[in-house]
């Protein structure tokens, strides 16, 4: 897990509470007494996610809430508060908050929303990261998958990185001294003829969809559609 995690309560109690339980989940947990110093700390770090009272002893957490939302509108925010009014608990989540959470709350319910907000999160972050190519032709960059027809392709890493070169070099035709390059910089010890054995391999793999790969006699290869 390892990511970072923000609390802001005035009771210390609370903050110790949370504190342990996140270590003991895997995270990484930065905890403050007050909006102020939290947001502070904010502008000159990164956290995955910021768990808020609503009742602080210097400033509202629905102003923090607001600050985060203008400023860094992908952080996501739990509300944990003994507030549980529905119009405190709508406010809220119109104002941009992705859970509320009423005190008195139970740890293992609290560790539960924090896995099930950042993995709705990194869910939308993925979906932004996928290449199609068409709906039967969807490219994982970040899980190194290929999907066709809803079939995961077996790519070697060379394949997959080879793959991604061309797509996003779609339409202009690189030599394969310039995709070796790109491949392993001065680090490469192949030649380049190896990039022929590799694309074959590759083009045979995307079954329908190897036509995309065009061959440049004399020049290189180029993806297009």
């Not at 947001?39 to 509202?60: A, G, Q, R, S, Y």
């Not at 560790?111 to 996928?130: C, F, H, Y």
């Not at 022929?196 to 995309?212: F, Q, S, T």
């Amino acid at each position: 897990m390892n990511e970072k995690i923000a609390v802001v309560d005035d009771e210390i109690d609370i903050l110790e509470l949370i504190k342990i339980n996140l270590k003991k989940s895997g995270y990484i947990p930065f905890v403050f007494q007050k909006g102020e110093e939290f947001l502070d700390f904010l502008e000159k770090n990164i956290v995955d996610l910021t768990i808020i009272d609503l009742m602080l002893p210097d400033m509202d957490g629905l102003e923090i809430l607001k600050k985060i939302k203008e400023n860094k509108k992908n952080l996501p925010v739990i509300i944990l508060t003994a507030k549980g009014d529905e119009f405190d608990r709508v406010l809220g989540l119109e104002i941009g908050a992705d859970d509320y959470i009423v005190k008195p709350f139970s740890i293992r319910e609290l560790i539960a929303r924090i896995k099930a907000v950042l993995r709705r999160v990194n869910l939308i972050e993925e979906e932004k990261d996928i290449i199609k190519i068409d709906e039967d032709f969807l490219i994982y960059p970040k899980r190194f998958e290929v999907l066709i027809n809803n079939e995961k392709i077996n790519l070697t890493s060379t394949e997959f990185k080879i793959l991604l070169i061309l797509i996003k070099n779609m339409g202009k035709v690189l030599s394969r001294d310039e995709i070796l390059d790109k491949l392993w910089g001065i680090d490469k010890v192949v030649v380049d003829r190896t990039i022929d054995v590799h694309i074959k391999n590759l083009r045979d793999k995307l079954k329908d969809y190897k036509y995309h790969i065009k061959n440049i006699r004399g020049v290189g290869y180029k993806f297009e559609i």
